[in-house]
């Protein structure tokens, strides 16, 4: 029985983005990119046409069920792009964003779209991996395009999968 709680891992369900999500999105989107959005901007999105998400949300918590990843994309004239994707630095590397990506895949297809695109920091080598597994590949590269906290900039890599 204590070997149980040595072992327990978090387990999480993939769902839709709801409104309700949007605080916890914001906070975890301060905790993993240099400029957090905010709530009114993640439901200002929500609002817009096109515009989906997913939340992985752990459900074997004790006392609440915390956000553990979400995505946020849109889908318009046939072609999808990733908005922005997270999982929490403590549930890192342990296939949610695997499992976020594929939501966002499916739904993409499920509402027409042929292609899908991302933009991601070409440093980010966990991110750019899971791409690449994905089966995306590098369409362009943007010079400087993200500022990090400290005012250095790098590139982002533009990747597209095909859908069809």
């Not at 609002?47 to 992985?56: D, H, I, K, L, M």
């Not at 890192?92 to 933009?119: C, I, K, N, P, T």
């Not at 980010?124 to 395009?145: C, H, K, S, T």
Request: with cysteine; charged share 25%; glycine share 8%.
């Amino acid at each position: 029985m204590f070997e149980d709680y040595l072992t327990w891992k978090p387990f999480f369900d993939i769902v839709p983005m709801r409104d309700a999500d949007a605080a916890a999105v914001s906070e975890m989107h301060g905790q993993r990119f240099a400029r957090q959005w905010s709530e009114q901007e993640v439901l200002n999105l929500l609002e817009q046409s096109g515009v989906f998400g997913f939340c992985a949300i752990q459900t074997n918590a004790f006392f609440s069920r915390p956000l553990g990843g979400f995505v946020l994309a849109r889908e318009a004239a046939g072609e999808s792009e990733i908005l922005t994707i997270a999982v929490g630095e403590k549930v890192g590397r342990s296939g949610l964003g695997w499992r976020l990506m594929q939501a966002a895949l499916r739904d993409a297809v499920d509402r027409g779209a042929e292609e899908m695109f991302l933009e991601v920091e070409e440093t980010n080598d966990p991110a750019v991996g899971l791409y690449r597994r994905l089966g995306f590949e590098q369409v362009a590269r943007r010079p400087a395009y993200y500022a990090s906290a400290d005012g250095t900039r790098s590139a982002a890599l533009v990747m597209k999968r095909d859908l069809r």
